[in-house]
């Protein structure tokens, strides 16, 4: 069958199972969107060409399908790099087709030329420049798989006008579809080694005081059932980090919650004070550990990674294990359930007396809990913690949650509470502001039976709002909680407590925008809340909502600060919990 | 595959010879690596192998071990890298070629071409005060070269960087230090 580039790309998009598709054409793809007309694909079409990417990676989130977005060439390009680098912090499988100039005029500085294979060689995954029509089906096959393997991870495929145009005779080709990959440099390692696992297996059944510190490789690997499984067979606490919330129920009795910078006292502690911190699909981050030198001092690491890099990058483990989550904690529970029956027969005992232990995070638990206080006299300021938990027991509890980067960020990671996994979407290792509403709209897109929540802050919702617009023209019904404390917080909180309230450039103005006229203006519901007990009514209204976006401007108090904190570069055992504890925290 | 991030070992010397797939790119894509973390490339050799579908290079670089071993396996993730490993400059025969134009006067002429002989180089060009000498071996023999032949006065040098592969005896013995450290791809 002779096909032209072009359409022999949407087709292998098809062949790859592509559903949906966000996008934003120009001239150099334009030969690419003319078979979309014909295709089964929905394309969607964005505003910003970063709203695509971060759609893709919202939808990928969601749904763990890998997210497709297309550009053009030049300044197409150049805006989706840091979806890009987003989706590689944050391992999302993600392919993103950028249009190039013609073959015949790169190089040259040809109108909307950009290097993008060189500008996007270290924030991705892989990246190819097509050269030849006849390699569209290979090369996307290619993409599409290392998107998805292994570490997941963003593909861009950058692919010169030439090779697409039915008018240029090099876009010719003689349609196929490759039925595997020759990739000689690229075989993950799915199954871990068996005796590391049985080496695992023996410290989990030797440690007094462990923890499971599960990461987002646990919901890369589709393993929260398996986690929750070792979980419970062994009696072992898990902490989640912000990554990976909802991998395991926050209503879980041995669920400890997020750990981190700003994590709850019981969790950081409780890593703190282990024997035996069991790593699975978590990277020893900065925002996790505090000062390296001082994390876990008394623990020893069993780190099980499909990303061999991950293991030693940081801590070095007592015992690695390279895999795939999933596959390697059902053979850990194997080994687990070996040893138990062998201790069961000789009349031991399998594993020692956590009952202490068990019983001191409980006692943590109790004493440090997070707290927040919402005065309902006249005149006390909405907090933000209030308006998260009042749409958390307002909406159904398989909402999905999606926030952008900043104070607003960490109040939702700790006041939700998830008990399914792939509920709670954010830019974690990144940190992108303005991730929010477009990856909310991704989400919804992919899972269009859920309610879907973006709670942002006034400073991210200003960076991609736009992709608002986009949401009401293709009635993509999601929500939006701007929490309005009218700064840039998390910056403003910095300021406040490490450069003696020196408030540099972080005011934004709690009116200017008015957020109510800019949603109605996108075709939004619009509306605004200024006092507690307007709270749950406007939630319900737009819960009520299912045929156009809407944005509740919650209008709340810019003191509040996140805690607890540790602050940055030093240890974990320095919990700050709150104001009365100081900057210092002792 | 255990980490090293702990141990800090001294500055010396690594010799890694990357098998990667024979693309455009893929050189790029490896010295970028080592771009990021401000590590400079000593010398670099590539060159397609007897599969024509791959290439091997050989890059030496300054730099501690642990900060090596984390963009070794940086370099694994690419997907065009085939192979890797890290050879002991102990361990290895390392070969290097040069070329040096020096300044050879009719009184100084004999002396140049008498050290010539000595290092077992040839002459490749003459002109009327100069010679250009080729010379392949040992870098410290390529070395000793160059020191003696400034005396005379250089115009013009070039080294290709170095290429190295492992003692062929140990290997052949499988013995546990094989002077190798295999660090091809797990799996």
Redo the contacts between chains.
Sequence with gaps: MKLNGGQALIKSLEMEGVEVMFGLPGGAILPVYDPIIDSPIRHILVRHEQGAGHMAEGYAHATGRPGVAMVTSGPGATNIVTPLADAMMDSIPMVVITGQVPSAAIGTDAFQECDI??VT??VT??NE?ITSAQDIPRVIHEAFH?ATTGRPGPVLVDIPKDIVDPNNPNSAMDWYWPDSVD????????KGHPRMIREAAKLISEAQRPVIYAGGGILKARAAEALRELAELTGISVVTTLMARGAFPDSHPLCLGMPGMHGNYTAITSMQQSDLLIALGSRFDDRVTGKVGAFAPGAKIIHVDV???E???????DV?I?GDCKAVIEELIKEVRQLQATAAESGGIAQPDRAPWDAQLKQWQAQFPLHYDQGWNEGDALKPQFCIEMLRDNSPEDTIVVSGVGQHQMWSSQFWRFNHPYTWINSGGLGTMGFAVPAAVGAKVGMPGRTVWAIDGDGCFQMTAQELVTASAERIPVKVAILNNAYLGMVRQWQELFYEERYSEVYLSPDLPDYKMWAEAMGCVGMRVEHPDEVVPAIEKANSIDDRPVVIDFRVDWTEKVYPMVAAGTSNDNVILGPEMGEGGH | MAGTAATGAGPRHHILTVLVENKAGVLARVSSLFARRGFNIYSLAVAPTDDERFSRITIVVDVESSPLEQVTKQLFKLINVVKISELDPADAVEREMMMVTVNAEPGTRGQVIELVDVFQGRIVDVGHSELTVELAGPPSKLDDFEDLMRAYGISALQRTGRVALPRLERQAQRLPNTGIRSLGKVG
């Design positions: 294979i060189g060689r270290s995954k892989h420049l290392i990739l000689p440099g690229y075989k993950p390692t799915v990303d061999p890099a293991l030693g990058k940081v801590r070095r483990p690695p390279v």
